[in-house]
Each structure stands twice: as C-alpha cells, then as structure tokens.
C-alpha cells in the first residue's frame, strides 16, 4: 500500500525538500499550512499539484486533530516552528506557544486519534546552546541561550515523554544548520549570498552583519531531509545528531561566498551592533556517529559546495529581478 505523510510547516525550505523526497519514494504527501488569506507556495510550485494541502495551526489542536482526520498519514513531520532565532528574543511568547507548546498540541493529536502513526520531531543544534562538550552529541547536556532554543528544548523532551509514556513511534531529528538555495532571506547565510548578489550586479556596495566569529556546522538542506525519512524507517524510534562535523565561521562564509563572486568581503562588510543577539552561541559542532551507524546516513554536500550552490542561485536570481525590472 502506498504510505501517506502529514508534512507541518510544508512551505519552509525543509517542508519543500521533504515533499520532494517523499513524493520521489512514492509517498502521497498532505502538508499543513496555517489559515491565511495568503499563502506562500514559491519554494513548492513545481510540486504543489501533487500535494494535498490542508489548514492547521499548532496552537489549535481541534485543527491538528481535523488534518490528522483528513490525511489519514502514517507517517508525520513536525518542521513548523517559529523558526527565526533573533526574532523569538522579540516574540518569546509566540515562539513558544508555536516551538514548544504546540508540539505538545500535536503529539495529544497523534495520540488521541488512535491511528497507529510514526512522528518526527525537528529538534536543532540551538539546544546545545552554550556548549558543554565539544563536538556536540546525543549525551550533550542541554544549555539554550535564547527563546528558540528554550522551545525547542520542550520540544524535543515532550516528544521523549509522549513516547515513553505512550508507547508512540516518535523520533526527534537535531539538526544542526542546514541552508540551501530556498533558505529565507531573514537567516545570516542566504543574508550574505543575496547581497553578494546585489553588490555583485551593482545594486549595492555594503552589507551588514553582526558578530562575524560564531562557528556553526553548515550543511545542506536537502541531504537532511532524508535523514528524517529514515529515522522513521526505523523499528525503533530514538533520537539522532544529524550534522557534517565541521564548523567554520560567520566570517569563513563570508570569505568563501564574496570570493565565489570574485568580490573581497572586507571591502563590503560592516559590523552593525544591530544584529548582534542579546546571548550568542560561539560554537556548534556535532557528532554524527550514532546516525551514520545506525540509519546509514551521512552528508552528501561540503561547505565549499554549499555556498557555491547558494551564491549561484542567488546570481541569477537577481538578475532576473534586473531583468524584470
């Protein structure tokens, strides 16, 4: 029989490479977006007609409960999220009725509707928070340094709870970064490549930032997708690093992708205290063993490739928006 999965958050850049994993594996794919009178399909409309999409919100669980009606999955993705760091120092609340407490609205669900259904949770690397070993594993002890992370801290242990207490086949993946081409502009790399562009084609000279020294490990997005895939192939469910196991720095991003345009970052960055978070996280790095033993996963994209394929992207991007006047 074909399976069936319920994708949250389906028009974020990982919703748009999971459903275009999991329609290739002969899935028939449902994703939930939130009600609006608007909704975004740009990273999806090479697929949106193959794709059932219905209405939720994770602070609503008679909604989550509908689309679980309506979907019949067998497989669910939770990647909805107030998902931007610096914003949830703005919205804490928000972030986390969305991040936190909404996890929790559809884990009760899964649960209450009685279908026998696996669950993945996006948990993320902003846990580690201030780090406590380095690399960072699944032993790593938790230390958040913003409201994100918080949330996504109740996120990832009410998914451990839901599934010790209730016996569920519910899984959380911790991804560290994952950027790609359709990454939003608000985040820090696709800020860089896209006004790489922009200054590459003489829209602008300058670009802003704030503290160029946090290491991050920076991987692809569409290599990450299908380590949730295969966490809910497993027979049983558990938590996995998922990550490159490298990290380089804000700065070395910079580098790399003024360098791919053939442009000099420093000529062009500026510091801004603006951009600088209240708590920052200086560095993550994750280790990886426990997902390349036991899913058989490991990274396909370099950092090098990585920011090569955004800068591309971004490139000819802007110059069809020149062109388009």
Partial sequence: ????????????????????????????????????????????????DD????????LDEASLQDAIRQTQPDEIYNLAAQSFVQTSWQQPSLTGDTTAVGVTKLLNAVRSSGRDMRFYQASSSEMFGKVQTVPQNEDTPFYPRSPYGVA?????????NYRESYDMHASSGILFNHESPRRGLEFVTRKITYQVAKIKHGLTNELRLGDLDPQRDWGFAGDYVEAMWLMMQQEQPGDYVISTGETHSVREFCQLAFGHAGLNWQDHVVQDEAFMRPAEVDLLIGDSTKAAAELGWKPKTSFEQLVRMMVESDLELVDKQIKNG
């Fill in 51 to 58: 794709i059932q999409v219905v209405q939720g919100d994770l």
């Fill in 152 to 160: 996504k801290v109740y996120g990832h242990w009410i998914t451990v």
């Fill in 1 to 48: 029989m074909t399976k069936k999965a319920l994708i949250t958050g389906l028009t974020g850049q990982d919703g748009s490479y999971l459903a275009e994993f999991l329609l290739d594996k002969g899935y028939d794919v449902a994703g939930m977006v939130r009600r609006s009178s608007t909704i975004n399909f740009s990273r999806l409309h090479h697929i949106q």
